[in-house]
Nanobody, 126 residues
Framework: QVQLVESGGGLVQAGDSLRLSCAAS????????MGWFRQAPGKDREFVAA????????YYADSVKGRFTISRDDAKNTVYLQMNSLKPEDTAVYYC???????????????????WGQGTRVTVSS
């Protein structure tokens, strides 16, 4: 089992920055690929970013590429999502997710992830 707890959400203005954190605990959490997803009201949960268990590969949705950066610190069992140049359309609940090291499917689909946090709300005002 892996437990995930997100933090760092809040209310900001367009153009501001936020850094989300996802603290992981449980067995061998450092061997999991970690992802961030978001869900806006009335919309499906969508992929934001993912980072491989080694940290050597990162993946981003086109809508956030160049503005968001995912990173991980395995010594702290924490994954981060640095969000810069925030836009009102980034408003959503952001979820951290984990998938095991033997997963061979798409990191872009929420269906492949085994563990989820409770989410942290990000609101960007115009």
């Amino acid at each position: 089992q892996v437990q995930l707890v997100e933090s760092g959400g809040g209310l900001v203005q367009a153009g501001d920055s936020l850094r989300l954190s996802c603290a992981a605990s449980g067995r061998t959490s450092s061997s999991y690929t970690m992802g961030w997803f978001r869900q806006a009201p009335g919309k499906d949960r969508e992929f934001v970013a993912a980072i491989s268990w080694s940290g050597g590969s990162t993946y981003y949705a086109d809508s956030v590429k160049g503005r968001f950066t995912i990173s991980r610190d395995d010594a702290k069992n924490t994954v981060y999502l640095q969000m810069n140049s925030l836009k009102p359309e980034d408003t959503a609940v952001y979820y951290c997710a984990a998938v095991g090291p033997y997963y061979s499917g798409s990191y872009y689909s929420p269906a492949g992830y085994d563990y989820w946090g409770q989410g942290t709300r990000v609101t960007v005002s115009s």
